[in-house]
């Protein structure tokens, strides 16, 4: 499994992005796909996350209302729409997919450690 990110860059308060994450995988749709941020000096966190099996969505409770995960079958590509961002929202964001796990909520997700393979990462700037 391969993840690609791309759309970071720096923007002004109350601007928006729009993320997204190219995935190579065989049974694309099986995989939970998460984003995840670091901000210097910090631990990772989760932001988003999507269950394609069944669609289902996951936030921090940060984000929720300002930011959107959404996926693309035919493009095979992950997207984090980002609204209102804030300087605390400044981080490198990355992508990351997990092996199916059944019979877990896709909340479960949003935990770093449970993924599997990881993007390298874009960064994002919210300059005041």
């Known amino acids: 499994v391969q993840l690609v990110e791309s759309g970071g860059g720096v923007v002004q308060t109350g601007g928006s992005l729009r993320l997204s994450c190219v995935v190579s995988?065989?049974?694309?749709?099986?995989?939970?796909i998460g984003w995840f941020r670091q901000a210097p000096g910090k631990e990772r966190e989760g932001v988003a996350v999507?269950?394609?099996?069944?669609?289902?969505?996951a936030y921090r409770d940060s984000v929720k209302g300002r930011f959107t995960i959404s996926s693309d079958n035919a493009k095979n590509t992950v997207y984090l729409q980002m609204d209102n961002l804030q300087p605390e929202d400044t981080a490198v964001y990355s992508c990351?997919?997990?092996?199916?796990?059944?019979?877990?909520?896709?909340?479960?997700?949003?935990?770093?450690?449970?993924?599997?393979?990881w993007g390298v990462g874009t960064q994002v700037t919210i300059s005041s």
């Open positions: 990351a997919a997990s092996r199916p796990i059944r019979s877990v909520d896709v909340s479960y997700f949003l935990r770093p450690y449970v993924m599997d393979y």
């Open positions: 995988a065989f049974g694309f749709d099986r995989y939970p």
């Open positions: 999507i269950n394609r099996s069944d669609g289902a969505t």
